[in-house]
């Protein structure tokens, strides 16, 4: 196929969503969308359904392990078919008699989606739900990578649109093979782009001319004070740095300890499979061999990811993950930055101010918007961030990559996309959820005039610098 005829495809798949996204609309009901959603989710979430996506995932993209991945699929499903249940999408969904204002839900229309390699089910499950509760039909662009599992996933899809009648045309991807091309008319062609993965693939999201919700980059840092539980603090992170063999974007890259509680901190890390190296010159050296991420360490299993980085100084029996110490920031300092592997890198501050100066370094480095962590017992601490860090999540005493995106035990939206600000030169600063996926009508009615006097205005203006 020549690359006319590969743009053509995508038009013409475009077209035929459209087609079906506008029967979905004129024929619509809130029944409607939510079964077409809840169809979506049952057929990432039934278990030998989500059993066989995660080893397919696993297979084809080298990437994360397999119970890991179940747990993804499962979990941020669930927890997103929690959060939209009770959401109006369809028809009115406010009527302020004092405003005057009567809101009515109205789809976006045709999305198109690229979707990252790290979570080939998961990324694209979430992004069709969204789509379909709100009224739209979806276009996924997978990695070339998350080809075969999206293929995989939108089959079952499809087989549970059979059994409710739905339009299989509201679900689509890109045909194989993928190109940069293909993806880029998909992306000037649809009415909302919905990016998450590269930041290549988010700017060229930002600049191709139609309405886009793309995410930045992780790098997270997380701070332990002196106040911290340390035990839970070190077991909540081992168990965040090494889920799916650390391939989210909120998995911890970074950890800052104050030098108070720095050595008992460490013996906890020890006891949770943290294995401590100062040796962070030969970890850059093997970690990046020839200027690029390891394939061999880049999200694989201990084992593994140890033998390729061949330390001689670290006790591998019970290793789940290495932890360096160093100290620069920077683009001459990868360790500073995302290694999407299960090795974390360790900064040690005299005090929280200077903790807070460190992880400040980092995230302008990279990962600026996303989040970052802390585990204190000071709320104030929390709030000191808040201030002083370019970050839109302050996560308090949790696991860091269970919270960030949606957890059952705090009140952040489930997504595995999350929006970074004007910090990370992204258009929402909040998870990437069903909001983003709807727009609305106004009707708008005469009410009694509410006009303040000029004087009510600026009363107070007047009189600090006179009329």
């Known amino acids: 196929m020549n690359a006319i005829d590969e743009l053509a495809s995508v038009e013409a798949i475009v077209a035929s969503a459209r087609k079906a996204q506008l029967d979905f609309e004129k024929n619509g009901s809130q029944s409607r969308y939510d079964m077409a959603a809840s169809a979506a989710a049952w057929a990432i979430m039934e278990p ?33 078919m929690r959060d939209i249940m009770p959401v109006k999408t ?45 009224g739209n039909a979806i276009v996924i662009s997978p990695s070339p990578k998350g080809v075969i599992c999206c293929e995989r996933l939108l089959g079952y899809i499809h087989a549970e649109f059979d059994k409710i009648g739905e339009d299989k045309n509201l679900v689509q ?12 008319r998909l992306l ?42 340390l035990k839970s603090a070190a077991a909540k ?34 006891a949770a499979g943290g294995r401590y190296t100062q040796d962070d010159q030969s970890v850059v050296a093997k970690l990046w061999p020839d200027g690029h991420l390891n394939k061999d360490v880049i999200a694989q299993d201990a084992d593994k990811m140890l033998a390729a980085l061949d330390l001689d100084n670290i006790d591998t029996d ?9 100290n620069g920031i920077g683009p001459s300092h990868p360790l500073s930055g995302e290694k999407l592997s299960r090795v974390l890198s360790l900064y040690r501050a005299s005090d929280f101010s200077e903790a807070i100066e460190i992880t400040a370094k980092i995230q302008s480095h990279q990962g600026a918007g996303h989040s970052v962590g802390l585990h204190s017992k000071l709320d104030e601490r929390a709030h000191a961030l808040a201030i002083k860090i370019p970050s839109c999540r302050i996560i308090v005493n949790q696991a860091h990559c269970f919270a960030t995106g949606g957890a059952f035990n705090n009140g952040m939206p489930f997504s595995l ?34 006009e303040p006097k000029v004087d009510t205005v600026f009363e107070n203006y007047w009189a600090k610098v006179g009329k």
């Open 237 to 270: 992170i081992a168990a965040s740095k090494t889920f799916d063999n650390a391939t989210s974007c909120s998995s911890e890259n970074a950890i800052v300890v104050v030098d108070a509680i720095f050595d008992d901190f460490m013996k906890e890390l020890d």
């Open 48 to 80: 030998t359904r989500n059993k066989e996506l995660a080893e397919l995932a696993v297979q084809t993209t080298g990437l994360g392990n397999v119970a890991d991945k179940i747990t993804k699929n499962h979990r941020k499903t669930l927890g997103l």
């Open 318 to 326: 019970g290793a789940e993950f290495v932890v360096v110490e160093t």
């Open 417 to 450: 996309s999350m929006g970074c600000g004007s910090w990370g030169g992204n258009s929402i600063d909040d998870n990437l959820h069903w909001k983003h996926f709807m727009q609305t009508t106004k009707i708008v009615r005469e009410i009694p005039s509410n």
């Open 173 to 184: 991807m890109v045909s194989a093979p993928g190109s940069k091309e293909k993806t880029q």
């Open 90 to 134: 369809f028809g009115i969904i406010s009527d302020d008699a004092a405003s005057g204002i009567t809101e009515i839900a109205r789809p976006i229309g045709v999305i198109g989606a690229v979707v990252p390699s790290t979570n080939p089910a998961a990324t694209p499950a979430n992004n069709i739900i969204n789509a379909l509760k709100c």
């Open 188 to 229: 000037e062609i649809s009415d909302l782009v919905v990016v998450t993965g590269s930041q290549n693939n988010v700017k060229r999201a930002y600049t191709c001319g139609t309405p886009a919700v793309a995410v930045g980059a992780g790098n997270v840092t997380v701070i332990i004070d002196e106040t911290a539980d």
